[in-house]
């Protein structure tokens, strides 16, 4: 067909099933010199995000802290927080006694802030006596960042968080000489799927082709015998059979066994 012949028809269906096999041909024929014919190639684009902030498993009912201080194994030697905030927090001042952030008083002629021990308000004397080693970080709140405590967060808020079960790492001393083995014990053992055979299904053209055709966690022997029945797989091959087990004096056993299947149900020999 020319233009002419083409600007002719009305509707789709008045071009020829001819006309649609030619163009099908084509699109094959330019697809193998050009590959690329029908892609579009853009211009380069940058995904950017933020990192998300790891949980740290501390309870807060704020969000971000003014100033957060984490205590490593070098400020065990303060004798308590105060001392170890000394000069360490901008505006925050501590002489004797005394502890007051910069800029900030309340309405009740109290300059003292806002203590808390993982959330919980306690006493300033209280939190004197709380040890470095048991804590993990110290936070202090200023301002705006203290604002979600109301009145009792106006002078400022130090929020002391321990350290937890899940914070204590295990630190074992290496003896020359001697190897140490960290052992979990024994994990509970789960349910392994294994298909149900049966007189409807047992001549099913669906093909079976596990590799792990049995597994039973919880053999029991009478007599030190145990009968197990299982099915194999539709694949002609050498089987391997593991057995792992305790006694119940706590000796470990082990063995191994193999058996081959050459030929299918049914099927002559």
Avoid at 83 to 108: E, N, P
Avoid at 192 to 213: A, M, W
Avoid at 245 to 256: T, Y
Wanted: net charge negative.
């Amino acid at each position: 067909l020319n233009q002419d012949e083409l600007r002719s028809l009305k509707n789709y269906e008045d071009i020829p099933m001819s006309l649609y096999r030619l163009n099908y041909f084509n699109e094959l024929a330019l697809r193998d010199y050009y590959p690329d014919r029908n892609s579009r190639i853009l211009d380069e684009i940058k995904v950017k995000g933020k990192k998300p902030k790891e949980d740290d498993g501390h309870p807060r009912i704020y969000s971000i802290p003014t100033n957060s201080l984490q205590v490593t194994i070098k400020d065990l030697s303060y004798q308590n927080i105060f001392q170890y905030l000394q000069g360490r927090v901008a505006g925050l001042q501590i002489s004797g006694d005394h502890v007051m952030i910069h800029g900030w008083s309340s309405l009740t002629g109290s300059n003292e802030p806002l203590y808390l021990l993982d959330g919980m308000p306690i006493t300033k004397e209280i939190a004197s006596t709380i040890g470095m080693s048991e804590i993990d970080k110290i936070e202090v709140l200023k301002g705006n960042d203290a604002a979600i405590f109301g009145s009792r967060g106006s002078c400022g808020v130090i929020s002391i968080l321990s350290k937890k079960a899940d914070f204590h790492v295990s630190e074992s001393k290496k003896v020359p000489g001697t190897i140490i083995k960290r052992i979990n014990g024994f994990a509970p053992y789960r349910e392994f799927y294994s298909p149900r055979y049966n007189s409807d299904n047992l001549q099913s053209k669906i093909p079976d082709y596990r590799t792990t055709l049995y597994w039973k966690p919880d053999v029991q022997l009478i007599d030190g015998q145990a009968i197990l029945s299982f099915f194999t797989c539709d694949n002609l091959s050498d089987y391997s059979i593991f057995v792992e087990g305790i006694s119940s004096n706590g000796r470990v056993c082990l063995g191994e066994a193999k058996f081959v299947v050459d030929s299918h149900r049914g099927s002559e020999e």
